[in-house]
Every structure is written in structure tokens, then in C-alpha cells.
């Protein structure tokens, strides 16, 4: 009898839905309903998942919270609340699957650096995670106080770094530094958002300084390209420069542990 195929967390996606309105200063985004990524999710053997919550709607979470009420065993969702949140929110933020905030620098849009202080103790609270969305440049800039952070930190999209010359970028320090402390965990994901460059030596460098703190993720429906995207692609090109081990340790063993997800 063959093996059970092993399970898989994507630990970045969004759904949207064009009939909400967007958050003042954010960018509108077509329908991409959660039926759409269910069958992406069937295509490509994915059985666990993270809803994070878009700069595109705001505060306003509800549409991630409803998308993971319809599976609740095998996903939970990164939200993005204001600074000032009071306990109670937060408790029924949990409550709801929420199991980390978000704060996407890029957009500026709802949340600024000045707010990261204050999330993390939010976060810190709730024990929760923070997930930044932010400029390798940027996060150089942060080191500081995102090395100050009292709760695990996620940053998206390869940390934004640049494939071709990342280990004499400002932000390598501070990001290799975080992962080999386990204060840190880099999303594999979004490479189309990247400089110009092969990204495998990016991604042997960051399982060499720690690769139990890596995750995968698709970004789709692909906010950050209007180029069509053919995820089973980027997930074997992540994933490719990685020996068996870590790439099992990518897909299940780090994400369940770190989101508390069961097989």
C-alpha cells in the first residue's frame, strides 16, 4: 500500500471580494473566493492554510474570519487590528482563529513602523505572532526595535531581499541572526515580488542560519503581480534548493508547530 501523501501547510493567501469596499488608501482587488482557492488547494495537495488578512480591507477582518470558520481544523488567520485594540477584541480575535497580527509596511496602509512597537505587546499578550510586510531596507532600519519584539516575528516574502546580492545587504545581519536564535521565521513566497535573481542561493543561506524557521507559502491570488502564476512552480522552485528533510519540514513540520495545526 502506498504512503499517505504528506500533509502541506500554505502559510500565505488571501481571499477578497470585490463587492467590499477597500480601506481608504489601500488597492482595490478583484473576486477571489474561497471556492476558487479550494480548488487550488485540491489541484496541488494542500491541506492546511493561513488567511492573512490583505492591506486591501483594513481593519476589517471579517471576511478572513468567515473563510476560516468554514474550515477550522486545518486553518487560522493573521489579522490586522489597530494598535490600541483593547484585551477583549483580542480575546475574540482567538476565539475566531486569529493566531497572529500583520503589518504591511509596503502599502503604509493601514499601519505604519510606528506601530510595530505596540503590536508586538498586543501580540505578546495574546500569544500571538507579528508579520511583517516590509522593504529589506526597511527592515534594516527596524532592527532595533524588531529585535526588541517580545513575541515571534514572521517576516513575508523571502524578507524582500535581493537574490543576487543579499549577504551584503544591510537587512542579512539582522534577519540570518533572528532565524539561527529562533526569534524569527521566513515566509518562502512571493518571488515575482523580488529584485531580479536566482533565488536558490537566498534560500540555502537561510536554511543554513535556520531551516526549522522557514515556511511556504503561495500568495495567491498574487496581489503583488498581474502575471498568471502557476503555484505548483513556484512552490517546487522555493523548495528545490532544500535537502529532503527540510523540505518536508517546510511544508508540515515547522508550520503545524509554530500554527498548532494537527495531520
Known amino acids: 500500500m502506498a504512503d499517505a501523501p504528506l500533509p502541506v501547510v500554505d502559510t500565505h493567501h488571501h481571499v477578497y471580494d470585490a463587492s467590499l469596499p477597500p480601506h481608504p488608501g489601500a488597492r482595490p482587488h478583484g473576486d477571489a473566493p474561497l471556492s476558487a482557492y479550494a480548488a487550488l488547494r485540491a489541484r496541488i495537495g494542500i491541506t492546511h492554510h493561513v488567511l492573512v488578512q490583505p492591506s486591501t480591507y483594513g481593519f476589517n477582518n471579517a471576511l478572513h474570519l468567515a473563510a476560516r470558520a468554514e474550515n477550522p481544523r486545518g486553518s487560522c488567520v493573521v489579522a490586522v487590528i489597530p494598535p490600541d485594540t483593547d484585551a477583549a477584541a483580542c480575546r475574540r480575535l482567538s476565539a475566531g482563529g486569529v493566531r497572529g497580527l500583520r503589518a504591511n509596511l509596503v502599502q503604509g496602509v493601514p499601519l505604519s513602523p510606528a506601530d510595530v512597537p505596540a503590536l508586538g505587546r498586543l501580540c505578546a499578550d495574546q500569544g500571538w505572532h507579528l508579520q511583517i510586510f516590509a522593504r529589506a531596507e526597511m527592515l534594516a532600519e527596524m532592527a532595533a526595535s524588531l529585535r526588541a519584539l517580545p ?113
Open 151 to 263: 513575541c515571534p516575528l514572521v517576516l513575508d516574502h523571502f524578507a524582500l531581499l535581493p537574490p543576487a546580492s543579499f549577504a551584503d545587504h544591510p537587512a542579512w545581519p539582522l534577519v540570518s541572526d533572528l532565524l539561527s536564535r529562533k526569534r524569527a521565521w521566513v515566509k518562502l513566497s512571493s518571488p515575482y515580488a523580488l529584485p531580479p535573481g536566482d533565488t536558490a542561493p537566498l534560500v540555502r543561506a537561510l536554511a543554513e542560519a535556520g531551516a526549522d524557521q522557514l515556511f511556504w507559502g503561495t500568495n495567491w491570488p498574487h496581489p503583488n503581480t498581474d502575471l498568471p502564476q502557476d503555484e505548483a512552480a513556484l512552490r517546487e522552485s522555493a523548495l528545490s534548493p532544500l535537502t529532503p528533510a527540510q523540505r518536508r519540514a517546510v511544508l508540515w513540520d515547522n508550520p503545524a508547530r509554530f500554527y498548532g495545526f494537527a495531520p
